[in-house]
């Protein structure tokens, strides 16, 4: 599988941006489909996961991002609104295939940039 992540860009603050990850192969409902971000100078943190039907946030991102997917076009997308200068990171989706008892396999997309900034 791989990902392909798109729809960065440069944004005002409090704009908003829809991310994408699109997968070359199909996204089974089992996947955990997980965006990322890496802001400059910072570590890696989680921003937003799907698992099945469920979805968790970041504290930061609470009530202002969204994830979701399309089934049929094998695609996770991040809508981000209320966009702060915070927010401006890499960011990077990633898909955890469990398989029972073997390992999970991962994949990551590239990343694309989100820059907020007036």
């Known amino acids: 599988v791989q990902l392909q992540a798109s729809g960065g860009g440069l944004v005002q603050p409090g704009g908003s941006l829809r991310l994408s990850c699109a997968a070359s192969g199909s996204i089974f409902v089992f996947d955990v489909m997980t965006w990322y971000r890496r802001a400059p100078g910072k570590q890696r943190e989680l921003v937003a996961r799907?698992?099945?039907?469920?979805?968790d946030y970041a504290d930061p991102v609470k009530g202002r991002f969204t994830i979701s997917r399309d089934n049929a076009k094998n695609t996770v997308y991040l809508q981000m609104n209320s966009l702060e200068p915070e927010d401006t990171a890499v960011y990077y989706c990633?898909?955890?295939?469990?398989?029972?008892?073997?390992?999970?396999?991962?994949?990551w997309g590239q990343g694309t940039l989100v820059t907020v900034s007036s």
């Open positions: 799907m698992s099945g039907g469920s979805t």
């Open positions: 990633n898909l955890e295939r469990r398989r029972g008892s073997l390992p999970p396999l991962y994949y």
